[in-house]
């Protein structure tokens, strides 16, 4: 298993502003992933978060709207830039702790974001 | 055509009732299947994978039919704290897709 700290826990943000948040997972994790979720809704891929490397986006996600950082195995933060009202949402981090194909994914506690 | 589907219902059953959610996914070469469950305003948690045998986990029981594409997942004697969001969640490769979601609600 691995545990998982994300924060902020939830923030409110004005409109134009950016907001970074960050994932700190207790070991080391092969796969690490963003998503997004709108009330009601379910989990929408932003991207997956490469170790070394540019993250991979998912079609209607960008890199200058959701800059991604992952800098080691344990670490990574995504940054919600300009935002706008439509950005309002809970994003969530997510691991899976091996690339055995039973391994089950594991979420952060998710932060919540209002844009006023 | 989505990845995963699944009726959002809502679902209200009254305490002791069996329920069952069905899910549907598109991708025939997916290869791990899981059920999970969300809380109101809480992260997604893993409630149990769901193997090709068929598996059980007390009140809980998950199927598996490949040829159909199909995942099922049966509640037995239905708790007020059964209350929530299940989510079919398939891994195909390196990502995971969630269906939209059950919501449940248990009702004294």
């Known amino acids: 298993s691995a545990v998982i700290s994300q924060k902020p826990s939830r923030d409110i943000c004005q409109r134009g502003t950016s907001l970074t948040i960050q994932c700190q997972v207790d070991s080391q994790v092969t796969m690490m992933f963003w998503y997004r979720q709108q009330p009601g809704q379910s989990l929408t891929l932003i991207a997956t978060a490469n170790q070394g490397s540019e993250a991979t986006y998912e079609s209607g996600f960008v890199i200058d709207k959701f800059p991604i950082s992952r800098p080691n195995l344990t670490f990574s933060t995504l940054t919600v830039s300009n935002m706008s009202p439509e950005d309002s949402s809970i994003y969530l981090c997510?691991?899976?702790?091996?690339?055995?194909?039973?391994?089950?994914?594991?979420f952060g506690q998710g932060t919540r974001l209002t844009v006023v | 055509r989505k990845e995963v589907e699944q009726d959002p219902g809502p679902f209200n059953v009254p305490e002791g009732a069996t329920v069952a959610f069905n899910c549907t996914y598109s991708n025939s070469a997916s290869q791990s299947f899981f059920w999970y469950r969300q809380d109101c305003r809480k992260e997604p948690k893993l409630l149990m994978s769901?193997?090709?045998s068929g598996n059980e986990d007390g009140r809980f029981t998950a199927q598996l039919n490949r040829a159909s594409q199909y995942i099922s997942l049966l509640i037995r004697d239905s708790k007020l704290s059964d209350s929530a969001t299940y989510l079919c969640?398939?891994?195909?490769?390196?990502?995971?897709?969630f269906g939209t979601g059950t919501s449940l609600t248990v009702i004294p």
């Open positions: 769901v193997y090709s």
């Open positions: 997510s691991v899976a702790t091996g690339i055995r194909l039973n391994t089950e994914a594991f």
């Open positions: 969640v398939v891994r195909g490769g390196n990502q995971f897709y």
